[in-house]
């Protein structure tokens, strides 16, 4: 498989006045072409800021990260234009930050074509295809304040989707949906990784959702925790120099303090806390 | 394709944001509105100033004259003179000079009367007839015997008192006279039937009255110069006044005192009419007033509603090119002229130096309204930056979010740039009725004039508010997506100007330039030509907006100390909004500098036009001095009308060291000038009374001499001119008569004016005679008595016989019993008075002494007279006498005058301290003073500084003294005057007068006047206030002030009500908190309402003293009067704290208001929606 994201030990810092917060401490992760990931954690994981740096809004501090072979680590302002318009795509939590409301749902569509220089007759088509693969067809010249939440989200995935990104970033998109509604999008995502090839991240906080997703990446303390779809069966990350992270939970689960075992057994490698089981 | 969706994006962008963007739409047409305000409201005051300075001209300060001065006058040349000036005037000035009408005029000739005591007539006659019969006996003389010479004609002389007149003609003359006896003469171009008949005249009604004449009369009309046969006999047909004495024909002429004839007679008579010389008195071949010197002159009429603003440089084109044609098509014999470039010229340097301030105010109004459309600008852009980082992850380069906003900004520019013309136009027609200007304008909207093309204003103004708008965009398009995100919540700190330190360059610049402006001055005057200094239209913005910048990086510290204290306050609805305060201040610095940029600009327009009024008002004062001020013969010795305090002042001019350089002189008496004078505290050190009382230390007026009884009528003396001998006086009787010597006094009345007075009879040197002077009774033409008590400063005699020019002979008197008479009589001692130039006093000479002169030599025929015979003599008298010697013969060419007069003391004189130093002068050093055409030792007892009145350019200094102490010195000097016309005595010319009625006053004072006479000028302070005060220049300055006030208000409003609703969508999550913590809705706006009105309050007080300091810094402006020369008094600030503190208040309220009416979204939010906000 291709990848579409790479990520090597990406270290970002904020400064809020005299004040340093890391936000990411060395976070190594991959993405393939065509894959639909979500990333939970809790606030102040690093979610965020891993989707701003994704989306060429942030830069790291330290560290490399490269999507669709583009490094976004040092990007011209042209270059930076260029990724916007052809290498990702992006979708806010927030209705009003995808959509300007004084455009109909189509003229919506094709500012990020108009912008890019697209023809009208193939921004028209385009659009029309997108709103015709999202259900809004009807909706093509609905002003935006018209719309549901849920018209609107997937409206902001037309408008997204627009110009062709290879990769799509969501920022909580079902935020401020009910559930129906955010599993509606959830299957459209799907649909348009799985049918068309598209790369899909989601940051989100709902399990249930994230787990509607190929793969479930844990964040915390600005490190990838774990990586898998299952809470008994957590996926997680082996980093270039071999080192892989333990949720805590797990840990304590397994009765693992401060050594453990490691057992090559068919299939894998069995943990156990070291000296054997506590007895159960 | 791509363009037109793009506008079209534009298009709906600017649909979507149409609320936000009229506000921006208003702006940019103010904005524009203003700067094409600058020339049609420069144009229309202009218009409204010349036409008001046309209407307000005299007569002779715009009308053109042509003139042609001749000694040959013909019909035919006069005919061509006239059709000459008709057609230049028709094709060249008519449009503005639509009317003209012609004088012809001679110089003088005498009126010699005929027919009564010297029949002239008669007179010719007789010696035609002795002519006749000389000639007759000549011819039947022998030859040898020589012939009887016949004498000459005995032509017409005037007698001394003859009357003076002047002929008078005019196309249009008839029209022109009254008739109030007789018949209009009949038009005579040949000699009458009777060649001797005389021709008829019309002459003026005074010339009736003067020379006593009815109709039918004859009389000589003879020319003052020209030949002596040149005369003619008059008859007069009509006695005639002026229909209308105020008519231009008449110029400076009285037409009650000409002689008439119609036009076509005086060009018949002006030639040579031939007779029968044998039908003439005097044998005269022909008639006629030939050879006179005749003034041909037109006066054409100008038509002030005629000229309209734009045709200034016309007009002045087409007169130059008429008086160019007149003088080049009439052989240069006749000059045409006109004041009427002068008149433009001082329209010109009004329009300059009062036009200069007016553009510096729309100056600063459009930088006030283009701060207000940069700073709206910008709030929109914070606003609009999650919309910005949207297009910007969207795929929008930094040239497409540049592109996009600076297109709706030019699609706004260009509406402006549409719409201001018209606005302009309206807010011009809007200050014709703004109450100064509405006076002019009688409340109709101003007209607009035109003259220069407004589209370069339109363009430059589009262009400017099209940068105002669109510029702000490249700071924030070039900013990362997620900085623009936070934006809206989080204002960004410090200013670009900051950043780049372009206050601190600011600063340099205006310092710079402030420098440069008082180094070169604000006008330029150099060349003859006044322009304005563009720096100093652009300097009051600079200075207004650097001072802005420094403010920008000192209001965050003023506002965090602000913050602080507030915090300190037990309640939250203080301690928030000090801690919001305190936190984060720069944005609220933005705030306060608006309201200070336009608090400044209203303060500033009001003090203005209140420094404008004041120094109108000190103008005035200064040039009147008081509040009434008449000026006019005598003026100075009128009486005050009761209850008004009054001061009799002498203007005259001075030197010290007979400096070549004169000084204007006044002289005054220190209390009463000091009580009327109008005073400000910068004129003097001093008080004026303090200034003035060193003329008189001692406090009394000076002593001038002997003071006579309050009720004296008469002065009496006893004398005798000491006679030649008998024998002497036989010898000589034929040639020398008798030596009569009259007695003179100089006396001082109670008024202090001095009077000549001449004993009733004289004293003879046959004689001892009592002489006696009325002391009613002077010999000065007076508009009133002497008033008591008099001073009897100086006595002399004259010879009452004078032959030739000798007035006095070496005569010496013995006189004695100097007594005055009223309730009783009083005994005069003369001991005070010392003798001068030439004469001789001895005391306690026998009385006998002129009969002892009398009888030393006897004729030769005569007898010795026995003593007894003596002691008869009348020239006898007993006792002692002083015997008066006089210094040798004095002719009236002589002005120094043997008398006994009384000394006077030094002049004390104050002078302001630039002449002093040029004469090297300090307090307390004597000095020859030369005042008027004399020189008095002076004595310098203090400096004066500024001095109301006293402000004639021509002189270089100023002086005062003692009224009563110079009065002594120039009137007080003897001079012949017996004989010879009185010598005019020199009198304060001028009564200032203090008063609550001035109108009362003048009126008082006017009816002290003899008939016929009045003062030559009246200034008072009401009429001169009205006249700086109404000029129209100055009343479009006033209005543009009122103007710039109003529209600061609005930029405010309009500016703080968009920054309020701004923060309260930017904190609504905090308000939303403190809502969900249970503070109520109240408590929350007037949290946010307390936060805002501090800062507020903080911008209007800084913004109130900015626009003083700007005031100050415009003062150079106002120091340059409407004729680019420096104003007297200097202008001083003057801050109108009532209208000021009036101003502010109504500011604060509406701000308030605007504040209140912003945040009421915070009060009106329902819980649910706060709850939402918190969520986010």
Known sequence: MTRIIECDNLIKIHKQGNLEVVALQGLDFAMDKGEFISIVGRSGAGKSTLLQILAGLETPSAGRVEVAGTDLTDLTPKQRVAYYRRGVGFVWQDFTRNLLPYLKAIQNIELPMLLAGVPTRRRKKRALALLEATGLRSNAYAKVHTLSGGEQQRLALCVALSLGPQLLLADEPTGELDTETSLGIYDLLRRMSHGGGLSVLVVTHDVALAQRTDRVLRLADGRMATQGRFETQELLAVDRRGMVQLPRDLLIEAGIKDELTATLVEGGILLEPSGGSDGD | ?1176
């Not at chain 2, 008086?323 to 009004?350: H, K, M, T, Y």
């Not at chain 2, 002489?771 to 010999?779: I, K, N």
């Open chain 2, 1 to 1176: 394709m791509k363009l037109v969706t793009y506008l079209g994006l534009v298009a709906r962008r600017l649909w979507a944001k149409r609320g936000i963007l009229i506000g921006s739409l208003l702006g940019s047409t103010l904005v524009i509105a203003l700067l094409v305000l600058v020339p049609l409201y420069q144009d229309s005051v202009k218009a409204v100033d010349l036409r008001f300075s046309m209407q307000s001209a005299l007569a002779e300060e715009v009308d053109t004259t042509a003139v042609v001065q001749t000694t040959s006058y013909t019909s035919g040349e006069a005919v061509a003179n006239r059709d000459l000036i008709a057609g230049l005037q028709a094709s060249e000035i008519a449009t503005w000079y639509p009317t003209f009408v012609e004088r012809v005029q001679t110089r003088e000739f005498f009126v010699i009367p005929t027919g009564g005591s010297i029949d002239w007539i008669a007179r010719g006659e007789t010696w035609k007839q002795e002519k006749a019969a000389i000639e007759l006996a000549n011819s039947q003389l022998d030859p040898t015997e020589e012939p009887v010479e016949v004498p000459n004609p005995p032509y017409p002389t005037p007698p001394p008192e003859a009357l003076q007149v002047r002929l008078f003609t005019s196309p249009t003359l008839e029209d022109r006279l009254e008739i109030l006896d007789g018949e209009w003469p009949t038009t005579l171009l040949v000699a009458p039937d009777d060649d001797a008949d005389p021709l008829p005249v019309a002459i003026g009604q005074n010339v009736a009255t003067l020379a006593q004449m009815e109709i039918g009369d004859q009389f000589v009309l003879k020319p003052f110069s020209g030949l002596p046969s040149v005369f003619e006999l008059v008859e007069v047909a009509a006695i005639v006044a002026p229909a209308d004495a105020g008519e231009k024909i008449w110029g400076i002429d009285d037409p009650m005192r000409m002689v008439y004839l119609p036009l076509d007679t005086f060009d018949a008579w002006t030639a040579p009419i031939g007779i029968a010389a044998t039908n003439d008195p005097w044998l005269r071949p022909a008639r006629g007033l030939t050879n006179l010197t005749v003034i041909q002159r037109w006066i054409i009429d100008f038509d002030p509603d005629a000229l309209q603003f734009e045709d200034v440089e016309l007009i002045r084109g087409a007169l130059n090119n008429f008086r160019a044609r007149v003088s080049q098509d009439s052989g240069g014999l006749i000059a045409a002229n006109s004041s009427l470039p002068l008149l433009l010229d001082e329209f010109d340097v009004r329009s300059v130096t009062v036009g200069g301030p007016i553009l510096a105010i729309l100056a600063l109004v459009v930088g006030g309204a283009l701060y207000f459309l940069i700073y709206t600008a910008a709030l929109q852009l914070e606003r609009e930056g999650p919309e910005i980082a949207l297009l910007k992850t969207r795929g929008a380069s930094t040239w497409q979010t540049t592109g996009i906003h600076m297109a709706q900004s030019a699609v706004v520019a260009v509406l402006a740039a549409v719409t201001a013309p018209s606005v302009a136009r309206i807010l011009v027609g809007v200050t014709g009725r703004i109450p100064p200007l509405a006076d002019l304008t009688g409340g109709e909207p101003l007209q607009v004039s035109q003259v220069a093309s407004i589209t370069p204003y339109v363009v430059g103004g589009a262009i400017v508010t099209f940068l105002s708008m669109g510029l702000s965009i490249l700071p924030f398009a070039r900013r990362p997506v997620l900085e623009l995100r936070s934006l809206a919540a989080r204002p960004v700190g410090s200013s670009v100007w900051q950043r780049y330190n372009l206050d601190l360059f600011a600063i340099a610049l205006s310092i710079v330039i402030l420098f440069q402006l008082v180094q070169r001055g604000f006008i330029n005057t150099s060349g003859g030509e006044v322009r304005l200094d563009a720096l100093a239209v652009a300097f009051p913005v600079l200075l207004l907006f650097t001072g802005a910048l420094v403010l920008l990086r000192l209001l965050p510290l003023l506002l965090r100390v602000i913050g602080w204290v507030m915090t300190k306050a037990p309640g939250l609805s203080l301690a928030l909004p000090g801690w919001h305060l305190g936190r984060n201040p720069v944005p609220y610095g933005r705030l306060a500098l608006l309201v200070w940029l336009t608090t400044g600009l209203g303060a500033f327009a009001l003090t203005y036009a209140g420094t404008l009024e004041q120094s109108f008002q000190d103008r005035a004062a200064f040039v009147a001095g008081t509040d009434v001020r008449i000026i006019g013969d005598e003026a100075g010795y009128l009486t005050v009308p009761e209850g008004d305090e009054g001061a009799a002042v002498y203007r005259s001019d001075g030197a010290p060291r007979q400096s070549s350089r004169r000084a204007e002189l006044l002289a005054v008496r220190p209390d009463d000038f000091a009580a009327v004078i109008t005073w400000r505290s910068d004129f003097g050190a001093d008080e004026p009374s303090e200034i003035f009382e060193v003329l008189r230390p001692d406090g009394k007026a000076p002593d001038l001499g002997i003071e006579l009884p309050a009720d004296a009528t008469s002065l009496l003396i006893d004398g005798v001119v000491v006679p030649r001998s008998w024998r002497d006086q036989v010898q000589l009787d034929a040639n020398n008569p008798d030596a009569s010597l009259r007695l003179m006094l100089r006396v001082f009345d109670g008024d202090g004016r001095a009077w000549t007075m001449q004993a009733e009879n004289d004293f003879l040197d046959s004689e001892w005679t009592t002489v006696e002077v009325d002391l009613t009774d002077g010999r000065n033409a007076y508009l009133s008595d002497p008033v008591p008590p008099l001073t009897l400063h100086a006595m002399w005699v004259e010879r009452s016989n004078p032959g030739g020019n000798t007035v006095l002979n070496g005569e010496s008197m013995l006189i004695r019993n100097y007594r005055t008479v009223g309730d009783s009589e009083v005994a005069l001692d003369l001991g005070e008075l010392k003798t001068a130039n030439g004469l001789a006093i001895q005391q306690n000479v026998p009385a006998a002494r002129a009969a002892d002169a009398f009888y030393s030599e006897i004729p030769i025929d005569v007898e010795e007279p026995t003593q007894t015979e003596v002691e008869r003599s009348p020239l006898f008298a007993e006792g002692q006498a002083n015997l008066w010697v006089g210094p040798g013969v004095r002719t009236s060419l002589n002005a120094a005058v043997p008398a006994l007069r009384a000394p006077l003391d030094d002049l004390y004189v104050l002078i302001d301290r630039e002449l002093a130093a040029n004469a090297g002068l300090d307090v307390g050093e004597l000095s020859p003073f030369s005042i008027g055409a004399d020189i008095y030792d002076g004595e310098v007892v203090g400096f004066i500084e500024r001095i109301p009145a006293m402000n004639d350019q021509r002189r270089e200094g100023r002086m005062i003294v003692d009224l009563d102490a110079l009065n002594g010195w120039l009137n007080g000097t003897p001079a012949w005057s017996f004989q010879t016309a009185l010598s005019r005595v020199a009198v304060p010319q001028e009564l200032w007068i203090k008063t609550d009625d001035p109108d009362a006053a003048v009126r008082l004072i006017n009816a002290q006047f003899l008939p016929g006479d009045e003062a030559d000028d009246i200034v008072t302070l009401k009429e001169a206030e009205g006249e700086f005060s109404s000029r129209p220049v100055q009343v479009g300055l006033v209005a543009v002030l009122f103007v710039g006030a109003a529209v600061s208000v609005v930029l405010a409003l309009a500016g703080v009500t968009g920054y309020v609703l701004l923060a309260v969508a930017r904190r609504a999550r905090e308000m939303g908190v403190l809502r969900a913590l249970g503070f109520p809705r109240r408590g929350v706006a007037a949290t946010f309402t307390v936060e805002q009105i501090a800062v507020l309050g903080l911008g209007a007080v800084i913004g109130t003293y900015g626009g003083i300091a700007l005031m100050w810094a415009m003062l150079p402006f106002l120091q340059l009067g409407e004729t680019a020369t420096e104003i007297e008094p200097p202008v001083l600030i003057s801050v109108n704290w009532g209208v000021l503190m009036a101003y502010i208040g109504l500011v604060s309220i509406l701000l308030v208001l605007s504040v209140v009416w912003a945040t009421r979204r915070v009060s009106a939010t329902r819980m649910s929606e706060v709850l939402r906000e918190v969520e986010r």
